[in-house]
């Protein structure tokens, strides 16, 4: 099975307004609401691409009854946390002139939350994989992504981080199964900016070095780079698409990753499927499914 963790996973209210103006009484021309957070992202592409997952993390008040409803009504397996105090967040995106959001906070997970999470943790078995994603709320420690490795060390699981700077930094130790940072975060890690594919490949092989036992580096229009266990090294180019919304890209070409791995065992044809299946959802509003992907994989 696999498993993935949102640690506050949200609803995404996004409106188009013409010609927004601060200070105003201002009307949509359209909206629309979706489930937000990339554990919970990826749990959905999964799901559109026939792979099974249960998203694990915590929910509060009429938001999360809802996040829940939405992502049961999409196929997809949960199992939250219900907090007492607090209501999952609200993420509003305006797309005018310019595109402005204003995020959340979040409600408050409290001690007795963060151990009812590890009990479920402990559920995993030998051969699962679990995907780790995105920020930690202030309400939680900020090494919770390590504590989470260390307390699954002895088991045989894949684990997946898609973090940026020391949170995923600091996981390395544990030997996370695969680590997914843009090239933008990569060179954030080492205080440079780098330049061109050598310097990609070169300091995604320094985070090998210090544990991970794959790195995917997205590069946007760019494509992926992958730098494997078995010393092989890929550059994959996407298809080419009109940018619509990349909101959700790079969870899309986490779940892809997997879907392929999946399938075949074999790393090209993961980062393949990861190409296609993140550039699918950048083509769209929301996130592919497996026909916008099957498309895109049929002129790669």
């Not at 009812?116 to 402990?122: G, T």
């Not at 995105?134 to 307390?151: Q, R, V």
């Not at 229009?221 to 180019?237: F, H, P, Y």
């Not at 790079?250 to 090209?268: E, L, N, P, R």
Request: hydrophobic letters at 40%.
């Amino acid at each position: 099975m696999i498993y993935t963790v949102t640690f506050s996973p949200c609803l995404d209210y996004a409106v188009k307004v013409d010609n927004f103006t601060v200070g105003t009484i201002n009307r949509t021309e359209s909206e629309e609401i979706f489930p937000g957070g990339k554990g919970i992202n990826v749990s959905i592409v999964l799901q559109n691409l026939g792979i099974e997952s249960t998203a694990l993390g915590f929910i509060g008040g009429f938001t999360g009854v809802q996040i829940e409803k939405v992502l049961k009504n999409r196929g997809c397996q949960t199992d939250f946390i219900e907090v007492e105090k607090g209501f999952s967040r609200i993420n509003v995106q305006i797309i005018s002139n310019e595109e402005s959001n204003i995020n959340g906070q979040g409600c408050f997970i409290s001690e007795q939350n963060i151990a009812a999470l590890f009990a479920k943790l402990d559920s995993l078995k030998d051969g699962d994989m679990l995907v780790l994603a995105g920020s930690i709320p202030h309400t939680l420690p900020s090494d919770i992504y390590e504590k989470i490795m260390e307390h699954l060390q002895n088991k045989q699981i894949r684990i997946i981080v898609d973090a940026t700077r020391d949170l995923l930094l600091n996981v390395l130790e544990f030997h996370p199964f695969l680590v997914k940072p843009n090239h933008h975060e990569l060179g954030e890690m080492f205080h440079t900016t780098l330049k061109d594919d050598d310097e990609i490949i070169e300091h995604a092989e320094k985070l090998k070095k210090m544990g991970a036992q794959n790195v995917l580096v997205s590069m946007a229009e760019e494509g992926a780079i992958l730098v494997s266990d078995d010393g092989q090294v890929c550059k994959m180019t996407p298809p080419k698409g009109k940018l619509v919304n990349s909101v959700g890209a790079g969870d899309s070409m986490v779940a892809g990753f997997i879907t392929g791995y999946q399938k075949t065992k074999d790393y090209k044809e993961a980062l393949k499927m990861g190409i296609a299946t993140g550039s699918a959802s950048a083509f769209l509003p929301w996130l592919a499914d497996m026909k916008d992907v099957e498309k895109l994989l049929a002129v790669m």
